[in-house]
Nanobody
Framework: EVRLVESGGGLVQAGGSLRLSCAASGLYFDEATIGWFRQAPGKEREGVSCIGSSDGSTYYADSVKGRFTISRDNAKNTVYLQMNSLKPEDTAVYYC????????????????WGQGTQVTVSS
């Protein structure tokens, strides 16, 4: 079975950094598109960043562009999301997922999801 496990969330002050990890199993990782999504209370789930399986092409939401960086280590079956200059509005549960496209990083295109990790940014 496909399993995605997020880690690295926590509490950080505004302006700080966190690195999220998504460890994958049960899939051909190097052929998989992986996305990071987030959902804040009262808000819809949104695509944060997605990375393709072929050439490493990426998508970033406008709200995180220049602050977040997605990367993958195929040897470790892991995708990372480096989050810098964090803002209180980044507070959300962050999920990684697979089975969709990276072009627009749309949540409804993705079939397999991790359990999520909480990111809280204090002001």
């Amino acid at each position: 079975e496909v399993r995605l496990v997020e880690s690295g969330g926590g509490l950080v002050q505004a302006g700080g950094s966190l690195r999220l990890s998504c460890a994958a199993s049960g899939l051909y990782f190097d052929e998989a598109t992986i996305g990071w999504f987030r959902q804040a209370p009262g808000k819809e789930r949104e695509g944060v960043s997605c990375i393709g399986s072929s050439d490493g092409s990426t998508y970033y939401a406008d709200s995180v562009k220049g602050r977040f960086t997605i990367s993958r280590d195929n040897a470790k079956n892991t995708v990372y999301l480096q989050m810098n200059s964090l803002k209180p509005e980044d507070t959300a549960v962050y999920y990684c997922a697979t089975g969709g496209g990276y072009h627009h990083c749309l949540p409804y295109e993705y079939d397999y999801w991790g359990q999520g990790t909480q990111v809280t940014v204090s002001s």
